[in-house]
């Protein structure tokens, strides 16, 4: 299956990508969805740490300053 979508990521001819994705089963593409949703999440949750992290330093960076 991740073979699949790396095949599907390489591949730079767009009717290419088509046809491969065409090839799929709804079941695979649900568990593609899903993953694509996992990574989504994965990347809003390594942005809310990096935020509150630059927040955090700010804070340490105010209370030296006073």
Do not use: E, W
Request: aromatic fraction near 14%; charge should be positive.
């Amino acid at each position: 299956m991740i073979d699949f979508i790396i095949m599907i990521m390489i591949c730079d001819n767009f009717f290419a990508k088509i046809t491969l994705i065409a090839q799929l089963s709804i079941f695979q593409l649900r568990k593609i969805n899903l993953y694509v949703k996992f990574l989504h999440i994965i990347h809003v949750i390594r942005i809310v740490c990096l935020f509150v992290y630059l927040l955090s330093c700010d804070i340490v960076l105010f209370n030296l300053i006073k």
